[in-house]
């Protein structure tokens, strides 16, 4: 069976030139707009719902890998944060 896609194999030296080029050629901002753009295009087919769905699947993924404990001491590194750019503004 032959491949029809176009383009270098992804994660290849070729690959991450081509992305390197296109990065000089149109800026990083560019990056961030097509992302955009495909989640709104995905908000439109799927509904956020979705968005809700994959979410829950990632957290329960992280908690099977890092543990509920791992939720705590992010939860903590906010809260420091938080408390710090409050005082900060006072």
Excluded at 28 to 50: M, N, W
């Amino acid at each position: 069976m032959t491949n029809n896609r176009r383009g270098p194999q992804p994660g290849s030296q070729k690959a991450k030139h081509g992305g390197q080029a296109v990065r000089e050629k149109y800026g990083p901002e560019f990056y961030s707009k097509i992302g955009k753009k495909g989640g709104e295009t995905v908000k439109e087919k799927r509904g956020p719902q979705f968005y809700a769905e994959i979410g829950k699947k990632g957290g329960e993924s992280t908690k099977r890998q890092q543990g509920s404990e791992f939720y705590s001491k992010i939860g903590k590194k906010g809260g420091e944060r938080g408390r710090a750019i409050a005082s900060n503004k006072e």
